[in-house]
């Protein structure tokens, strides 16, 4: 990895002190000079990738001098192979993907399935964000995203790491173990949901603290460079979906002819065939995503960064569960902390739709709370 900046004379020079038992204070430690994220970067997926950037530019603003790059770990699950040539809208949708990670990530020299061969030299690691803990995604590689092996002298972090479900979840009780015995050895935890406040309680970390999503905790400037590269988007009715249905086809055409707007559907897997009213992008870009959501008078959506990057724009949306998605108690949960959790419509609510349509956001007496769960979340990143 390249050579970082030398620490000014008035920065820390403490030695890392020997490793605390869970719930003590944090002890002074030496500036971070070499640091890796490990994260999920590679699925087409918008919020994986900007959630990614995101944390990795919050890190470089609150550690000035320090080294950092995304490990460029690719398990199998991760290591996605390029799409069959007669596939020409999800080729298209890789290449957008592919062009973003290489002109905006700063990825780890050296790609490698196995985390020890991307460790060399690194003094800290920060696990997250994303379901990084959630090891019905990361099947056999689960351990890699708890440090499995990794030398005690890196000091080990996370960052609004996610194991998924909630608290429901239950962990085969040899993974459970293994996950109890795993988090001893890190410095500093942090979660993205209140559910995993409880369950890093019952693996033996009562001092883990909830922080923001990455995107939702930067600053929103850093999103200007993206948005920059963005096509013309008009302004429309925009639905971003990870579970389209027939409901929220009906919902989006109805909200577009009370609002006399046309209507868009983003997303990575589109219908093959065309729906009247709705237009389709053929692939759409990260930045092209991000303006479609800062110009939209109204976002519609099943997916959690979708609802983040609205209130990073401050745009109107209504959130829409999906009968196919388990995933929205997390949409719930930063609504609910905010107030917001109103903006919840089931699909087929199509009055109560039409009436969020017209009922703006406050988003001035949200700032309040906004800025303290942020600052909170930023104090954290500064404290790795």
């Given at each position: 990895?390249?050579?970082s900046?030398?620490?000014?004379p008035?920065?820390?020079?403490?030695?890392?002190?020997?490793?605390?038992?869970?719930?003590?204070?944090?002890?002074?430690h030496?500036p971070i000079?070499?640091?890796?994220?490990?994260?999920?970067?590679?699925?087409l997926?918008?919020?994986?990738?900007?959630?990614?950037?995101a944390?990795?530019?919050?890190?470089?603003?609150?550690?000035?001098?320090?080294?950092?790059?995304?490990?460029?770990?690719?398990?199998?699950?991760l290591?996605?192979?390029?799409?069959?040539?007669?596939?020409?809208?999800?080729?298209?949708?890789?290449?957008?993907?592919?062009?973003?990670?290489?002109?905006?990530?700063?990825l780890?020299?050296?790609?490698?399935?196995h985390?020890a061969?991307?460790?060399?030299?690194?003094?800290?690691?920060?696990?997250?964000?994303?379901?990084?803990?959630?090891?019905?995604?990361?099947?056999?590689?689960?351990?890699?995203?708890?440090?499995?092996?990794?030398?005690?002298s890196?000091r080990?972090?996370?960052?609004?790491a996610?194991?998924?479900e909630?608290?429901?979840?239950?962990?085969?009780?040899?993974?459970?173990?293994?996950?109890?015995?795993l988090l001893?050895?890190?410095?500093?935890?942090?979660?993205?949901?209140e559910?995993?406040?409880?369950?890093?309680?019952?693996?033996?970390?009562?001092?883990?603290?909830?922080?923001?999503?990455?995107?939702?905790?930067?600053?929103?400037?850093?999103?200007?460079?993206?948005?920059?590269?963005?096509?013309?988007?008009?302004?429309?009715?925009?639905?971003?979906?990870?579970d389209e249905?027939?409901?929220?086809?009906?919902?989006?055409?109805?909200?577009?002819?009370?609002?006399?707007?046309?209507?868009?559907?983003?997303?990575i897997?589109?219908?093959?065939?065309?729906?009247?009213?709705?237009?389709?992008?053929?692939?759409?870009?990260?930045?092209d995503?991000?303006?479609?959501?800062?110009?939209?008078?109204?976002?519609?959506?099943?997916?959690?960064?979708?609802?983040?990057?609205?209130?990073?724009?401050?745009?109107?949306?209504?959130?829409?569960?999906?009968?196919?998605?388990?995933?929205f108690?997390?949409i719930?949960?930063?609504?609910?902390?905010?107030?917001l959790?109103?903006?919840?419509?089931?699909?087929?609510?199509?009055?109560?739709?039409?009436?969020?349509?017209?009922?703006?956001i406050?988003?001035?007496?949200?700032?309040?709370?906004?800025?303290?769960?942020?600052?909170?979340?930023?104090?954290?990143?500064?404290?790795?």
């Amino acid at each position: 990895m390249p050579t970082s900046t030398p620490p000014s004379p008035d920065q820390k020079t403490t030695q890392a002190s020997p490793r605390r038992q869970p719930g003590e204070p944090c002890a002074p430690h030496a500036p971070i000079r070499h640091l890796g994220i490990l994260t999920f970067h590679r699925p087409l997926n918008f919020g994986a990738v900007l959630q990614a950037y995101a944390l990795q530019n919050t890190l470089a603003q609150l550690n000035p001098g320090a080294d950092i790059a995304i490990l460029d770990l690719v398990p199998p699950f991760l290591n996605i192979p390029p799409a069959p040539w007669h596939k020409f809208r999800k080729r298209a949708q890789q290449r957008a993907f592919l062009t973003f990670l290489n002109r905006h990530l700063p990825l780890s020299a050296n790609q490698s399935s196995h985390l020890a061969d991307l460790t060399d030299g690194l003094d800290t690691i920060v696990v997250g964000s994303d379901q990084v803990w959630n090891p019905d995604i990361t099947k056999d590689a689960w351990k890699n995203y708890f440090l499995d092996g990794i030398p005690d002298s890196i000091r080990a972090c996370s960052y609004a790491a996610s194991f998924g479900e909630g608290t429901e979840r239950a962990f085969a009780p040899d993974i459970q173990d293994a996950m109890a015995t795993l988090l001893k050895r890190f410095d500093r935890i942090s979660v993205r949901e209140e559910s995993g406040l409880d369950i890093c309680r019952q693996l033996g970390r009562p001092d883990a603290i909830h922080v923001l999503d990455p995107v939702l905790a930067a600053a929103p400037h850093i999103y200007d460079v993206l948005l920059a590269e963005a096509s013309d988007i008009q302004p429309a009715i925009t639905a971003i979906l990870l579970d389209e249905t027939a409901a929220q086809r009906r919902l989006l055409t109805h909200l577009g002819k009370q609002a006399r707007l046309p209507a868009r559907i983003i997303a990575i897997r589109q219908r093959r065939l065309p729906t009247p009213g709705i237009q389709r992008p053929f692939a759409t870009s990260i930045p092209d995503y991000l303006a479609s959501i800062r110009n939209a008078p109204l976002v519609v959506t099943d997916s959690f960064h979708a609802v983040m990057f609205s209130l990073v724009f401050q745009r109107p949306f209504i959130a829409t569960p999906s009968t196919k998605n388990k995933r929205f108690d997390r949409i719930a949960n930063i609504l609910t902390l905010l107030g917001l959790q109103d903006r919840i419509a089931q699909q087929q609510e199509l009055d109560k739709a039409a009436e969020l349509l017209r009922t703006p956001i406050d988003y001035q007496a949200i700032q309040p709370q906004l800025q303290q769960l942020r600052s909170r979340s930023r104090e954290f990143i500064a404290s790795i």
